[in-house]
């Protein structure tokens, strides 16, 4: 450990000194320039248009009807299931973990022939609650503070309606994909596991007589993971994390993004070496710490403004089909706002979530498909849809235009304010040095967010250059040089690419879906037997 730890900071330190150095001639500027014809190309191939006026990319619509498909053909599992999910996490079920045991006159267990299957149950690394927690750490993230004020000041606050419908929907596409992880995944000699879209795809298609188009989708995932990995689950969150840490130190030089930046890949460095262990163990104490601290913060304020909570709500319905902000294009535009912030803050459909829920130990794979669909509930039903009440509560009295300058920046007393800042604002309103603990909610935010993305990066690197200790260190080097790129870039240029990056994932992993969703549907109707017979 010690030993991997000072190659990181051998490698790691002269690349920041010169970062340092960039940065006093304009590191931002560079960063920006440098990013932003990338950002663009991604946006153009990975966004691009089905509709015109207003503008409808067909990534969206795949995301979303495919969401509304899985929902209507497992038959509402977002709600059916809702209650076995909290008692799975619980485990209230642990006891079926372990396997039937068969009577010695049984010849089959389960369906398999005795003697000739594998204890699927000591296969795993982590608990449910652990892989709950992992997975809730990459997706509960900046993207519930700044990516919900991103959406309300474009979109207004009808956004927080369709993001709240894109949540709801995106249960039923997380309990599917988190299913096939389980079920198709990877476990070395050691007992490591290795699991997500890149193996579901080449595995569960190649069973299906499409051994190259698995390989194929299955790479492409893996690319643009790893892409995911360095923008929305890294840059992005450093860039939030640094932009309120900066405001809160009151730092203006233009050398303390990059050296906030180091501070945190040395941070984040420490508890990735550990692996998915070690980072099991630290997202199942921060996660439902700062979960916990953010959502009583956000009550308070809403309840300590309980007569505004009716006109609020009437405001996100009514705005969702009658909008004010301009520059979005009406109802569409809306739409499209609330969709888009909401798939990046929960990625159901992007896969990533899969790969932390394939470690779990579990011998039914449905098992974690359905712990796996409580995410998005957390995530965007619960979480966004607070702090979206937030901010409009505070909104309430004329502190800002919706629609803002139509890139997300809105006008408070004089400052231009974006993303995190104007969450920041709101809260300051309600709650005395309140600055100081929505800086700290970032951060912590921010922090699980990027080790947990670590380990999504991390495994589709290893499906691509394989299992090698310097394949793991190469990335893990990389992963760190882009905290403290993101501390000290623009936040536009970074979510932009970032965008890009997680909705690229959606191609290949619907393909995997939707060849193997039948998979899915077996393997459900197998663990709730199992949890009927266990219940005689």
Same mark, same amino acid.
């Given at each position: 450990?010690?030993?991997?730890?000072?190659?990181?900071?051998?490698?790691?330190?002269?690349?920041?000194?010169?970062?340092?150095?960039?940065?006093?001639?304009?590191?931002?500027?560079?960063?920006?320039?440098?990013?932003?014809?990338?950002?663009?190309?991604?946006?153009?191939?990975?966004?691009?248009?089905?509709?015109?006026?207003?503008?409808?990319?067909?990534?969206?619509?795949?995301?979303?009807?495919?969401?509304?498909?899985?929902?209507?053909?497992?038959?509402?599992?977002?709600?059916?299931?809702?209650?076995?999910?909290?008692?799975?996490?619980?485990?209230?079920?642990?006891?079926?973990?372990?396997?039937?045991?068969?009577?010695?006159?049984?010849?089959?267990?389960?369906?398999?022939?005795?003697?000739?299957?594998?204890?699927?149950?000591?296969?795993?690394?982590?608990?449910?609650?652990?892989?709950?927690?992992?997975?809730?750490?990459?997706?509960?993230?900046?993207?519930?503070?700044?990516?919900?004020?991103?959406?309300?000041?474009?979109?207004?606050?009808?956004?927080?309606?369709?993001?709240?419908?894109?949540?709801?929907?995106?249960?039923?596409?997380?309990?599917?994909?988190?299913?096939?992880?389980?079920?198709?995944?990877?476990?070395?000699?050691?007992?490591?596991?290795y699991g997500g879209p890149m193996y579901y795809i080449s595995k569960g298609l190649k069973d299906r007589g499409f051994t190259n188009l698995g390989k194929i989708a299955a790479v492409f995932f893996a690319i643009f993971c790893i892409g995911g990995s360095f923008g929305g689950g890294n840059a992005a969150q450093s860039n939030q994390a640094t932009v309120v840490l900066k405001e809160l130190m009151?730092?203006?030089?233009?050398?303390?993004?990059?050296?906030?930046?180091?501070?945190?890949?040395?941070?984040? /460095?420490?508890?990735?070496? *550990? +692996?998915?262990?070690?980072? %099991?163990?630290?997202?199942?104490? &921060?996660?439902?710490?700062? @979960?916990?601290?953010?959502?009583?913060?956000?009550?308070?304020?809403?309840?300590?403004?309980?007569?505004?909570?009716?006109?609020?709500?009437?405001?996100?319905?009514?705005?969702?089909f009658n909008p004010r902000a301009i520059g979005v294009g009406g109802v569409i535009g809306v739409l499209l706002v609330g969709f888009k912030r909401a798939a990046f803050s929960n990625e159901a459909g992007a896969g990533s979530a899969s790969i932390a829920h394939s470690a779990v130990k579990t011998k039914y794979s449905a098992s974690e498909g359905l712990v796996a669909l409580l995410e998005p509930?957390?995530?965007?039903?619960?979480?966004?849809?607070?702090?979206?009440?937030?901010?409009?509560?505070?909104?309430?009295? /004329?502190?800002?235009?919706? *629609? +803002?300058?139509?890139?997300? %920046?809105?006008?408070?007393?004089? &400052?231009?304010?974006?993303? @995190?800042?104007?969450?920041?604002?709101?809260?300051?309103?309600?709650?005395?040095?309140?600055?100081?603990?929505?800086?700290?909610?970032?951060?912590?935010?921010?922090?699980?967010?990027?080790?947990?993305?670590?380990?999504?990066?991390?495994?589709?690197?290893?499906?691509?250059?394989?299992?090698?200790?310097?394949?793991?260190?190469?990335?893990?080097?990389?992963?760190?040089?882009?905290?403290?790129?993101?501390?000290?870039?623009?936040?536009?240029?970074?979510?932009?690419?970032?965008?890009?990056?997680?909705?690229?994932?959606?191609?290949?992993?619907?393909?995997?879906?939707?060849?193997?969703?039948?998979?899915?549907?077996?393997?459900?109707?197998?663990?709730?037997?199992?949890?009927?017979?266990?219940?005689?």
């Amino acid at each position: 450990m010690k030993r991997y730890l000072l190659s990181i900071f051998t490698l790691i330190f002269p690349l920041i000194t010169l970062a340092q150095e960039t940065v006093e001639k304009g590191l931002d500027q560079r960063i920006d320039e440098g990013f932003q014809p990338v950002s663009d190309f991604f946006s153009n191939v990975i966004f691009f248009n089905v509709w015109k006026d207003p503008d409808i990319p067909f990534v969206l619509i795949l995301l979303v009807g495919s969401a509304a498909f899985f929902t209507l053909y497992f038959g509402f599992p977002n709600i059916r299931y809702f209650g076995k999910a909290i008692n799975t996490v619980r485990g209230k079920y642990d006891e079926i973990e372990g396997g039937h045991q068969a009577s010695e006159t049984s010849m089959t267990i389960d369906g398999d022939i005795r003697d000739t299957i594998r204890d699927e149950s000591k296969e795993g690394e982590v608990s449910h609650f652990q892989a709950l927690a992992t997975a809730v750490s990459g997706t509960v993230g900046n993207g519930n503070i700044a990516g919900v004020a991103l959406a309300i000041a474009l979109g207004g606050p009808g956004a927080t309606f369709w993001m709240i419908i894109c949540g709801l929907l995106g249960m039923s596409t997380k309990f599917v994909e988190c299913t096939l992880g389980v079920q198709y995944r990877d476990v070395d000699e050691e007992g490591t596991v290795y699991g997500g879209p890149m193996y579901y795809i080449s595995k569960g298609l190649k069973d299906r007589g499409f051994t190259n188009l698995g390989k194929i989708a299955a790479v492409f995932f893996a690319i643009f993971c790893i892409g995911g990995s360095f923008g929305g689950g890294n840059a992005a969150q450093s860039n939030q994390a640094t932009v309120v840490l900066k405001e809160l130190m009151g730092l203006e030089s233009t050398s303390a993004g990059a050296i906030i930046g180091l501070l945190m890949a040395i941070l984040v /460095g420490i508890i990735i070496i *550990g +692996g998915i262990k070690r980072i %099991a163990a630290v997202t199942e104490k &921060v996660v439902p710490f700062m @979960a916990v601290l953010y959502i009583v913060a956000c009550l308070y304020i809403i309840f300590s403004n309980s007569g505004l909570i009716d006109d609020a709500i009437s405001l996100i319905i009514t705005e969702a089909f009658n909008p004010r902000a301009i520059g979005v294009g009406g109802v569409i535009g809306v739409l499209l706002v609330g969709f888009k912030r909401a798939a990046f803050s929960n990625e159901a459909g992007a896969g990533s979530a899969s790969i932390a829920h394939s470690a779990v130990k579990t011998k039914y794979s449905a098992s974690e498909g359905l712990v796996a669909l409580l995410e998005p509930f957390i995530d965007t039903v619960v979480i966004c849809t607070m702090t979206a009440l937030v901010i409009i509560i505070f909104n309430f009295g /004329g502190a800002f235009e919706y *629609g +803002g300058d139509g890139l997300g %920046a809105v006008m408070i007393d004089g &400052v231009s304010y974006e993303g @995190a800042g104007i969450t920041s604002k709101a809260f300051a309103q309600y709650i005395p040095y309140s600055n100081v603990f929505l800086t700290i909610a970032v951060v912590l935010f921010a922090v699980s967010t990027m080790i947990s993305w670590s380990y999504y990066g991390l495994q589709s690197w290893k499906f691509l250059f394989g299992r090698g200790k310097t394949a793991d260190m190469t990335y893990k080097l990389l992963f760190l040089l882009f905290v403290v790129i993101g501390a000290a870039a623009s936040m536009k240029s970074i979510w932009d690419f970032s965008d890009a990056m997680i909705f690229a994932m959606v191609f290949p992993n619907m393909i995997g879906l939707y060849f193997l969703f039948p998979v899915v549907k077996k393997q459900l109707k197998r663990y709730l037997e199992a949890i009927k017979e266990a219940k005689a």
